[in-house]
């Protein structure tokens, strides 16, 4: 009969750690809406509303982890909300692709941040001097990629990183 030396104890996944997969989450999503915002104040490309909500994603996701990066305890629910909203996210990228794509059709009417307080020759004004931007239209591709194309992988591993992340922890 063979003695077998006990294994060394298996090191814990660095997404069970208390504070780890939160701080990464939150520097990603700062750094997609870093992005985009680089893209429309210096880039010059003017977001449609499926872009808008696509940065509302990652907004949420950024709220969501907060709380379980000041306290611990409250890991697993912030982690579950990043999630959530990430791969919320991720669904929004998804249809604005295939609406860029033509694979289906987006919204049939329009959309404004126009303010409603505004006369006239205010809104006149306004409504000429904004930008019209469609979401059928990609403003940006590289190799046919646009930008949704590419924001929906990013938001998809996200996510996912954020609930494999709440089952380590809480498994741990």
């Known amino acids: 009969m063979t003695a077998y030396a006990s294994s060394p104890a298996a090191k814990p996944s660095p997404l069970a750690h208390p504070r780890l997969p939160q701080a990464a989450l939150v520097l990603a999503s700062a750094g997609a809406l870093a992005t985009a915002l680089l893209s429309q ?68 009417t329009c959309s404004s941040s126009l303010s409603k307080t505004l006369t006239l020759d205010q809104l006149r004004e306004q409504l000429m001097a904004a930008p019209l931007v469609r979401c059928d239209e990609a403003q940006w591709s590289f190799h046919g990629i646009t930008m949704a194309a590419f924001n929906f992988p990013v938001s998809l591993a996200l996510g996912l990183v954020a609930w494999t992340a709440a089952r380590a922890g809480h498994n741990a």
Do not use: D, K
């Open 41 to 108: 104040y210096v880039g010059g490309l003017h977001p449609c509303e499926f872009c808008m909500w696509q940065r509302w994603a990652y907004v949420a996701a950024i709220v969501a982890l907060l709380p379980g990066l000041a306290n611990p305890r409250l890991r697993t629910p912030s982690l579950v909300l990043g999630g959530l909203a990430l791969l919320a996210g991720a669904a929004i990228a998804a249809f604005h692709a295939g609406v860029e794509q033509h694979w289906w059709q987006g919204f049939t």
